[in-house]
C-alpha cells in the first residue's frame, strides 16, 4: 500500500489522483502532512502540489460530469468526511472508467458518498451565511468566529465580499486556525494562532466600546420578536443546532453582568 502525504489543498488532491495514474499506483491512501506520522504504511510518496496537473484532472472530470456533478466534487472535498479523500478518488476512477455519465448511479456507494458529503458541505455553507455575527474593534475592523463542520470559507468569502463591501472584515475558523480578510478591495487567506481558542469573552478588550452596547440591543431585539406562547424548542433546534450557538451574540449573556 502506497501512502500519498499531500498539503491538504483541493490542488494538492488532484495532483495526487494524476500521479496515480501517472505511476500506476495500486493500493492507495490519501494523508495530509502534518497527520502523515500517525499513519504507517509500507511506502510513503511525497506529492507536490501541481497545477497543471491538477488541470488536467479538472479537464477531464470537466467533459465526463454535468456542471452540478462536477461542482459537487469541491463541495464534498470540503466536507472533510472521514476518508473523503478515497471516496472521491474511487468516484473519480468509476468517471474515467466509464463511457457514459454516472452521476445518477446511486447504487455505486462513491456516487451516493459524494452526493452526501456535497450537500452536507452546501447546508453547512448556507447555514454560515445567516450564522455569522460580526463585532466591530477599536480599530474599525469587523470580525466574526465560527466553527463550522465542514471547510465553507472558500464558499463565503464572495457572499460576504458582496454584502459588506464598504467595510473591512474577517471571519476566522476557529476549528481549522486560519480565516479570509478583506481590505475593501481584495479577499485573502490569513493564518492566525491563538494559545486558546479564541472566544467573545478572551476576545472582548479589542472591541469597540459602544460594541457591547449594540450587542446588547441586539439580543433584546431577538428577545422581542420571539413569542412565549408560540415557542418550540425542537424547531428551533433544528434550524440553529446548539454546536453554533457560542458564537451568536444572541446566545452569548451580557458579559457585565454577574
Not at 511525497?46 to 462536477?70: C, M, P, W, Y
Not at 453547512?124 to 451565511?129: A, G, I, N, T, Y
Not at 494562532?193 to 431577538?222: G, K, M, T, V
Request: aromatic share 14%; with cysteine; net charge negative.
Amino acid at each position: 500500500m502506497t501512502q500519498l502525504l499531500y498539503d491538504g489543498s483541493y490542488e494538492g488532491w488532484l495532483t495526487a489522483v494524476f500521479e496515480i495514474y501517472e505511476y500506476k499506483l495500486k493500493d492507495v491512501v490519501f494523508a495530509k502532512e502534518e497527520i502523515s506520522n500517525t499513519l504507517l504504511f509500507s511506502e510513503t510518496q511525497l506529492v507536490i502540489t501541481d497545477n497543471a496537473k491538477a488541470n488536467r484532472v479538472l479537464n477531464g472530470l470537466e467533459q465526463r460530469l454535468s456542471h452540478h456533478g462536477f461542482n459537487n466534487l469541491y463541495f464534498a472535498f470540503l466536507s472533510e468526511m472521514d476518508q473523503i479523500e478515497e471516496i472521491l478518488f474511487r468516484f473519480v476512477e468509476y468517471v474515467f472508467s466509464s463511457p457514459m455519465n454516472i452521476e445518477g448511479d446511486l447504487s455505486r456507494n462513491e456516487v451516493l458518498n459524494v452526493k452526501k458529503a456535497a450537500h452536507l458541505t452546501g447546508k453547512e455553507s448556507h447555514r454560515m451565511k445567516a450564522f455569522v455575527r460580526f463585532k466591530l474593534t477599536k480599530d474599525g475592523l469587523y470580525y466574526a468566529i465560527i466553527e463550522p463542520d465542514c471547510d465553507v470559507l472558500p464558499l463565503i468569502e464572495q457572499h460576504f465580499k458582496n454584502r459588506y463591501a464598504d467595510q473591512r472584515w474577517l471571519i476566522y475558523d476557529a476549528k481549522r486556525k486560519y480565516g479570509i480578510y478583506y481590505d475593501l478591495e481584495n479577499v485573502s487567506t490569513v493564518e492566525m494562532q491563538f494559545e486558546q481558542n479564541p472566544s467573545s469573552r478572551s476576545l472582548a478588550e479589542i472591541n469597540d466600546e459602544n460594541e457591547e452596547f449594540f450587542e446588547n440591543l441586539w439580543r433584546n431585539y431577538f428577545k422581542s420578536v420571539n413569542i412565549e406562547s408560540r415557542k418550540n424548542t425542537k424547531l428551533h433546534i433544528k434550524h440553529m443546532p446548539k454546536r453554533y450557538w457560542k458564537n451568536l451574540t444572541e446566545k452569548i449573556p451580557n458579559l457585565n453582568k454577574r
